[in-house]
């Protein structure tokens, strides 16, 4: 059974970083991907970075050059590094493993999220 815990959620200013971890747990073949998706309120989840096993790295074109999502060499735990926040990267950030990096609904496993809050 997999498992995924995030951590580093918080609130921060506008221009600010945060850091996001996700450390997983009995990852397979067909979960090797590890990805981070968020949801604001009221808003439809969405993909934001995503990492595979070998380390090649997706980012959606809203955080491309703001956030960087890397990966340990125990391919276990995974980091999502934030800066140049804007507001508008205010959500609930979920870990999710999946079998395929780009495809969004190959994530099947998830973890409970962390809140990112970014001020003005």
């Known amino acids: 059974q997999v498992q995924l815990v995030e951590s580093g959620g918080g609130l921060v200013q506008a221009g600010g970083s945060l850091r996001l971890s996700c450390t997983a747990s009995g990852l397979t073949s067909s979960t090797k991907n590890l990805g981070w998706f968020r949801q604001a309120l009221g808003k439809e989840r969405e993909f934001v970075a995503a990492i595979s096993w070998s380390t090649q790295t997706l980012y959606a074109n809203a955080v491309k050059g703001r956030f960087t999502i890397t990966r340990t060499s125990t391919r276990d735990t995974v980091y999502l590094q934030m800066s140049s926040l804007k507001p508008e990267d205010t959500a609930v950030y979920y870990c999710?493993?999946?079998?395929?990096?780009?495809?969004?609904?190959?994530?099947?496993?998830w973890g409970q999220g962390t809140q990112v809050t970014v001020s003005s």
């Open positions: 999710a493993a999946g079998s395929i990096l780009q495809t969004a609904t190959s994530y099947k496993y």
